[in-house]
């Protein structure tokens, strides 16, 4: 029974064509450069393989059999189909290699680490195949990352974005989870068990420069005395052990582990979804960037 093709039959039917198409195996020595019993060898080879014959040849000369025939339309066929593979291929190698210009990307602070490795990897395969391609990439806050989006001087947004506009198209990449922070040195530090209201009340907290989802954080600090636009400097904030404040577990965990924040309330903890965002995602070079980072066919 017939369970797969390998490179040999494809081999074989290729003499087994040409034998078709010069109506004989002596005719199709030249074109195929063998010798009339190495053609005969592999048109037998397919016939045990296939379990009926291909072709009658003798004194009456050479025909095709019924099922020959079928073979032989189908041989025609994968023929087809193999070169519109080969001209994909032409096409892709002439887009990789002509294919230039300009990739603007703007990335919010501190991304989780297996969404940089995600970024990394796709910037990768993105020169290994458009060398021509110049990706120019910063940090900007989620406003500014929609508002140049919005302006048409940015390609590609990759963060985290509170509200969605309708002018701009979001792709979810990866829900990263939010927890409370305080330092070594904060006098919630050392409670085994944590009152709402002096969390919530009692205790200086340091906001984020942006705004977020109210339905998503769970909890509204009155001492809202101080506000870091970057990661970097909320943190700072909660080491110095005035405030208390949001970090996300997967950037906190370092310094969790050297003793210099802990987390508090984790039933006050969230996640917020990061997205891949863009105004023109039918753009050439930003339509091949999103099915890389998005891993889409």
């Known amino acids: 029974m017939l369970n797969k093709l390998n490179y040999r039959d494809l081999r074989a039917l290729y003499v087994f064509t040409v034998v078709a198409d010069c109506k004989g195996v002596s005719a199709a020595q030249t074109i195929l450069d063998m010798a009339q019993p190495a053609i005969s060898n592999q048109l037998k080879y397919l016939e045990d393989k296939f379990g009926f014959t291909l072709c009658l040849r003798g004194r009456s000369g050479f025909s095709l059999t019924k099922e020959g025939e079928e073979v032989y339309s189908a041989c025609l066929q994968l023929a087809g189909d193999l070169d519109q593979f080969y001209q994909e291929i032409l096409q892709i190698q002439k887009v990789s290699s002509t294919l230039s210009g300009e990739l603007n990307i703007a990335l919010i602070d501190e991304l989780p680490l297996i969404l940089k490795k995600q970024i990394s990897n796709t910037i990768a395969r993105f020169y290994q195949e458009y060398p021509l391609v110049a990706l120019n990439i910063e940090i900007l806050s ?156």
């Open 142 to 297: 989620p406003h500014e990352i929609e508002s140049r989006i919005l302006n048409n001087r940015l390609d590609i947004g990759i963060g985290y974005f509170s509200q969605q506009l309708k002018e701009i198209l979001y792709k979810q990449l990866i829900d990263e989870r939010q927890q409370i922070y305080c330092s070594q040195a904060h006098p919630l530090a050392i409670k085994d068990k944590i009152d709402v209201e002096e969390l919530l009340h009692h205790h200086s907290w340091v906001r984020r420069g942006y705004n977020l989802d109210p339905e998503i954080v769970p909890i509204r600090p009155s001492k809202l005395t101080a506000t870091a636009k970057q990661m970097e400097t909320t943190l700072l904030f909660i080491m110095a052990g005035t405030h208390l404040g949001y970090l996300p577990v997967d950037y906190a965990t370092p310094y969790v582990k050297e003793g210099v924040i802990i987390p508090i309330s984790e039933e006050f903890s969230y996640s917020v979804s990061h997205h891949l965002i863009t105004k023109n995602p039918n753009s050439p070079l930003i339509k091949i960037f999103m099915k890389k980072l998005l891993l889409l066919p």
